[in-house]
């Protein structure tokens, strides 16, 4: 396994297009995360899932995001209605769980850009 | 609200000189990690810091962790051009799971 792989790399869109994101983790980490980093700023957490249950959901993620892990291997990130403030660097990254070090590894991430 | 404060903000320092990039945050946490980003890239992890005291250290990277007074430390020695790049604090609080990272120091080494 070569790592966390996401895709696409880069996607432009149209305001107001839903737009899917797919991240495929290293194959034995069950915890799976979400973020989103802005220039000039650290990653932001949006979602984390253990397995195929999303344990955690960023009180700043918006009801036009939505996350699955349908059978605990790969996730998607759905963004609705996508508004200009939506452009950002969306980052994946999947760890393993109890009794680790819960060390992150990141994937290169999708860079989207709402025009 | 918890907050991961890194400085400086921005680094310019001469290759061969040393420094200290220093990581506050205000909750009660045992782990902390360093990531590297170069631009337009994703983050690499550095060190992982999982109690009181811990230090690790990678060529000319060390990390320490105080838990006490709530700091982590990377210091550079002897610069090189190849670090020049951002470093990413995050913490763990220990009630939770979820990462919070700093702001993050741009560091850039001149010849």
């Known amino acids: 396994d070569t790592g966390v792989s996401q895709d696409p790399r880069h996607k432009i869109t149209k305001r107001g297009q839903n737009v899917t994101f797919r991240c495929d983790p290293i194959?034995?980490?069950?915890?799976l995360y979400w973020y989103r980093q802005t220039l000039g700023q650290g990653p932001e957490f949006l979602t984390y899932?253990?397995?195929?249950?999303?344990?955690?959901k960023s009180r700043l993620l918006s009801d036009r995001f939505s996350a699955e892990r349908p059978k605990g291997s790969f996730s998607t990130l759905e963004i609705q209605r996508t508004e200009q403030g939506d452009s950002a660097m969306y980052l994946c990254a999947s760890s393993l769980g109890a009794g680790a070090s819960y060390e992150q590894y990141f994937g290169p991430g999708t860079r989207l850009t709402v025009t | 609200e918890l907050k991961v404060e890194q400085n400086p903000l921005f680094l310019s320092m001469q290759e061969g000189k040393n420094y200290t990039i220093y990581c506050n945050y205000s909750t009660t946490s045992d782990r902390l990690y360093w990531y590297r980003q170069d631009p337009g890239k994703s983050l690499e992890s550095l060190f992982v810091?999982?109690?009181?005291?811990a230090v690790k250290q990678e060529g000319r990277l060390m990390a320490s962790l105080d838990t006490k007074a709530r700091l982590s430390t990377l210091h550079i020695t002897a610069a090189v051009h190849d670090l020049s790049a951002t470093y990413f604090c995050a913490v763990v609080p220990n009630t939770g799971n979820q990462f919070y990272f700093g702001t993050g120091t741009s560091l850039t080494v001149i010849p």
């Open positions: 899932f253990q397995n195929e249950a999303q344990l955690e």
């Open positions: 810091l999982l109690s009181n005291g």
């Open positions: 194959s034995e980490h069950n915890r």
